[in-house]
Structure formats: C-alpha cells, structure tokens
C-alpha cells in the first residue's frame, strides 16, 4: 500500500473543523486508505473494518460519512453496485499513479484540478497502452517435402538398385 502524506494545512480547514472528533478521525482513516487519486471504498463491512477499532452500527458510520459529505470533505457515488468516495483536494504528489476503485462521476471532480489533472494522465496513460501495436507472429516454416522414397543413401542411390 502506498504511504499516505497528511498535510498540516488539514489543521487550516474550516471544513475539517466543522464536524465532529469522531468524524475528522473517520476523514483522516479514509485518506490513509484512498488509492492515488483519493478514492475509497465506502462499503460499511471495510469502513467498520479498517476505520474503527469497536466495530460501531452502520448507521453510526452512515451518520460520519453524512458528515463529511455536508462539509465536502467526501464525495460519494455509486458504481458497480456498491458505494465510493472521491476525497477533494486529496493533493498526493506522486509519480505512480494506481486506481483501485471505479472512477467517480465526472460532476463530482469537475472542481478539483487537481484529481482531473490525475485522471487525465492515467487515461493517457492506458489509451497508449492500448494503443501499442505487438509485433505479428513469425509465421511456422513450412515442412520440408519428405523425400520420395526414405531409403536414400547419400549419394542418390537406393538400396537394391545398383550392382555390388
């Protein structure tokens, strides 16, 4: 897993401190768990899991996440059946770039120039890999013609052809 830098400028947000101790924890637990571009799974079995160490109701953390949606710390979606967050202005400066999880509607990062700068080059990215053509297979040579009669000897004779 990719190490996580949490910058002290977390402590400058107003929007971090607007929302409770419980849910600035569940925050700064999510950015440790986010892929390179800021998204994190939100399925309440791995939220409990990975981000509490008492396993709380799943309305408790429905609560949190709540939280931190009203104050655009997260972003949620839907994708594949089951739900994400984008975190906005996520911010990690890395040169390998790795996505876990679906992408997120393109309405929720719109803003972040960040994340669509990411998004972007990892597009590229995997349009050039796509692109790349691979050589065609050498084509089998063909098998050699067998020989008429398998009993030659060098020298162009058959065996019960010639005089001893």
């Not at 839907?78 to 996505?99: E, S």
């Not at 990892?122 to 796509?130: M, Q, T």
């Amino acid at each position: 897993m990719a190490s996580r830098l949490i910058r002290d400028s977390l402590l400058d947000s107003d929007k971090y401190w607007a929302v409770s101790i419980e849910a600035q924890r569940l925050f700064v637990h999510l950015m440790l768990l986010a892929d390179d571009l800021g998204l994190v799974s939100l399925a309440p079995a791995f939220v409990r899991r990975r981000a509490f160490n008492d396993n709380p109701p799943s309305e408790k953390v429905d609560r949190l996440l709540a939280d931190l949606a009203d104050f655009d710390l997260i972003r949620m979606y839907d994708a594949n059946g089951a739900r994400y967050g984008f975190i906005p202005r996520f911010g990690q400066r890395l040169r390998i770039k790795r996505v876990r999880h679906p992408l997120p509607p393109e309405q929720l990062v719109r803003d972040d120039d960040d994340a669509l700068n990411k998004i972007k080059e990892l597009v590229e990215k995997l349009s050039a890999r796509c692109r790349t053509v691979r050589p065609e297979p050498e084509p089998e040579p063909e098998p050699e013609p067998e020989p008429k009669n398998k009993e030659t000897i060098p020298g162009g004779m058959v065996p019960g052809t010639h005089d001893d």
